[in-house]
């Protein structure tokens, strides 16, 4: 949705919808071009470009409006996530991850029943699964054991 900002007081209006409300007795062309937009005293918001992140904990915010090189621009900075907006963020994908190993033990269940032996690839396989949350990283980051053939 393209943003408009009035030369004379910097208000910002949301979309050719709310901008054409404001002047509910005229009738605009069906095109409204960036001329008639700028002939009411307001110039357009361009987009500006969001800087990288580095998830989980980051996210991006806007910056406000700025102007660049004579042009009215939308700015974006990285934010940070509160501690405990990053314990919640760290329990769900804990979460996720133990119920996607409960998932593939399971799978596997079959091989440890009583009328079988399990090999040896398959109980270090299945060893290696219930150390995921040992491992480094995690819950962020996971190397998943390969299930043996």
């Known amino acids: 949705m393209t943003t ?7 208000t910002l209006v949301e979309g050719l919808e709310a901008f054409k409300a404001l002047y509910p ?7 409204i071009t960036n001329d008639i937009i700028t002939s009411y005293g307001f110039d357009e918001v361009s987009e500006g470009s969001h800087p990288s992140i580095t998830p989980p904990y980051e996210y991006v915010e806007s910056d406000g409006i700025k102007e660049v090189s004579g042009a009215w621009t939308q700015t974006y900075k990285v934010a940070t996530y509160a501690d405990s907006e990053k314990a919640s963020i760290d ?4 979460e996720g991850q133990r119920t996607k190993r409960t998932t593939l033990l399971a799978e596997t269940d079959w091989s440890g029943g009583s009328d079988l032996t399990m090999s040896d690839d398959m109980k270090t396989y299945r060893q290696a699964l219930r150390d995921v949350p040992t491992q480094a990283g995690f819950p962020h980051t996971v190397t998943w054991p390969t299930k043996p053939s």
């Open 4 to 10: 408009y900002r009035k030369r004379t007081d910097g």
């Open 91 to 94: 329990a769900n994908a804990a």
């Open 25 to 31: 007795n005229t009738s605009f062309p069906k095109l």
